[in-house]
């Protein structure tokens, strides 16, 4: 296998994405990241994340929005997302992993993962909403 060149860029991508927790876009990652690099194009921001997912250090989530997510925790976790602001936040639970086997009973093929993500209306849009 070819060894990786280091990239400044794809460390800094990565980095921002650790040190978020919000399921950012690839657009929401090149605009924090055109302040360390101001000449960095949003093709070379995709193309980072799309390798960084490939090397399984980052995670390529959908939500039903028509937009990729990213997500810096490659651990088996569960996410909520709010269908008012659209906002993305991690669940503090235990993963399931039996649900695999109950989910196995259903096909024939072979279940090796499974992501579960649950909708509905977040605490601060309750709030505002008068609920």
Request: charged share 25%.
């Given at each position: 296998m070819k060894t990786l060149k280091y990239?400044?860029?794809?460390?800094?991508?990565?980095?921002?994405?650790?040190s978020r927790?919000?399921?950012p876009t690839a657009d929401a990652i090149y605009e924090s990241?055109?302040?360390?690099?101001?000449?960095?194009?949003?093709?070379?921001?995709y193309r980072n994340l799309n390798l960084l997912v490939d090397l399984g250090e980052i995670r390529k989530l959908a939500f039903g929005d028509g937009k990729d997510h990213f997500d810096g925790d490659t651990t088996q976790h569960y996410h909520f997302v709010c269908h008012e602001c659209g906002s993305i936040t991690d669940l503090a639970m235990e993963?399931?992993?039996?649900?695999?086997?109950?989910?196995?009973?259903?096909?024939?093929?072979?279940?090796k993962?499974?992501?579960i993500s649950f909708y509905g209306t977040c605490?601060?849009?309750l709030k505002s909403n008068g609920h």
């Open positions: 990239s400044r860029q794809r460390e800094s991508i990565k980095a921002c994405l650790m927790h919000d399921h990241i055109r302040e360390e690099f101001p000449n960095i194009s949003l093709g070379t921001v993963d399931m992993p039996d649900i695999n086997c109950k989910a196995q009973e259903y096909t024939n093929g072979q279940i993962g499974h992501a605490e601060d849009c």
